[in-house]
C-alpha cells in the first residue's frame, strides 16, 4: 500500500505554511518543507522561512539542513524528502509537504525522473560567457516549457537547464504513476490580493531586518555572486548594498520580480489537474477533505 501524503501547493505569500500547520495539527501530522531555498541556514527572513512560534509546536523538516555556500540539489532534496517522510510514515504520522518550489514537489513525489545528466565543463564555460537574456532565449529554442517555469535572471539554474536540455532534447519524461497515495491542497487568491499581499510583505521585511540578515550573510563569507544565484530577496539586496541599485529601485524590481515568479508557479501548478484549490480563508473545508483522504 502506498503511503499517503497530503501535499500544499500556491503562489509565494499566499499563506501555505499556516495551512500546513493546521493540516498536521488536525491529523498527527509533520510538515516537510519544499522550498529550494529555506533548506539553506541563515536565509530566514528574506525566504519567508516559518519562524518557530508559527510552527506551534508541529516538527518541520528540510528547514536549514544545508549551507548556503553550498549548491542543495533537486536530488539532494528528493534524497532528504524521503527519508523525513519515510521516518513519519514509521511514526504512525501524516507527512504534510508544503511549499512553492513545484520541481522539487514532483522529483519528491516520484512524477517526474530526475535526469542522469552529467556536466558538461566545456559547455558550461562556453555558456558562463552570455548574458542571463542571451541564455533564456536559448533556453526557450531548446525547451520552452522549462522557459516558462524558470527564474530567468538565474544563471546558475539557466545553465543547467540548458545543460539538461541539450542532453536529453526537453524535459524529464514523466513516470508511469507515483510512488505516493497524494492529496493536493492548492491555497489560491484573486491576482490583485496575492499581490497586494507580496507587496505589504515585502515592504514588513525590508523594515523587520532583511537587509539587515543579508549584510550579516555577506560578513560571514557569503559572496555577492552566490546570492545572485540564490535569487529575488538576496540578487537585490546584494545589488543595493554594491551601490549598484537605490533602495527604491531595489524595493521597486524586486516586488516585480517576486511577482513573476508568483506567476510561474500559477504556471507549473495548473499543469497538475489533481489539485482541489482553495483560498487561504476555507480552513474547515481544507480539513475536512483531508480528514476524508487520511480515513479511506
Not at 560571514?220 to 545572485?228: A, P, W
Amino acid at each position: 500500500m502506498k503511503k499517503k501524503v497530503v501535499v500544499v501547493v500556491g503562489s509565494t505569500a499566499v499563506g501555505k505554511s499556516d495551512i500546513a500547520v493546521a493540516i498536521a495539527t488536525a491529523c498527527n501530522g509533520e510538515v516537510v518543507s519544499a522550498d529550494s531555498r529555506q533548506v539553506y541556514t541563515g536565509l530566514d527572513i528574506g525566504t519567508g522561512k516559518i519562524t518557530p512560534k508559527e510552527m506551534r509546536g508541529i516538527p518541520h523538516h528540510l528547514l536549514d539542513v544545508a549551507d548556503a555556500k553550498d549548491v542543495f540539489t533537486a536530488h539532494d532534496f528528493v534524497v532528504h524528502g524521503r527519508i523525513a517522510i519515510n521516518d513519519i510514515v514509521n511514526r504512525n504520522k501524516l507527512p504534510v509537504i508544503a511549499g512553492g518550489t513545484g520541481f522539487y514537489i514532483d522529483a519528491l513525489l516520484g512524477v517526474v525522473s530526475l535526469p542522469e545528466v552529467p556536466e558538461n565543463l566545456s559547455l558550461r564555460k562556453e555558456l558562463s560567457q552570455l548574458s542571463t537574456e542571451e541564455l533564456y532565449s536559448k533556453l526557450e529554442t531548446l525547451d520552452s516549457e522549462r522557459a516558462k517555469t524558470i527564474d530567468a535572471k538565474n544563471k546558475v539554474r539557466l545553465v543547467r537547464a540548458i545543460e539538461i536540455a541539450m542532453f536529453l532534447g526537453g524535459v524529464p519524461p514523466l513516470k508511469e504513476q507515483e510512488i505516493f497515495d497524494v492529496l493536493y491542497v492548492g491555497i489560491s487568491l484573486p491576482s490583485e490580493l496575492l499581490y497586494e499581499k507580496i507587496k505589504n510583505r515585502l515592504k514588513a521585511r525590508a523594515e523587520n531586518g532583511m537587509i539587515e540578515e543579508v549584510k550579516n550573510l555577506h560578513k560571514r563569507g557569503l559572496s555577492y555572486e552566490r546570492m545572485e544565484s540564490l535569487g529575488l530577496e538576496y540578487r537585490y539586496i546584494a545589488r543595493f548594498l554594491k551601490k549598484e541599485l537605490s533602495y527604491e529601485k531595489m524595493m521597486f524590481e524586486l516586488e516585480k520580480e517576486i511577482v513573476k515568479y508568483a506567476k510561474r508557479q500559477k504556471t507549473w501548478f495548473k499543469k497538475n489537474i489533481d489539485i482541489q484549490w482553495f483560498e487561504p480563508t476555507e480552513v474547515e473545508k481544507i480539513l475536512t477533505e483531508v480528514q476524508r483522504f487520511v480515513q479511506n
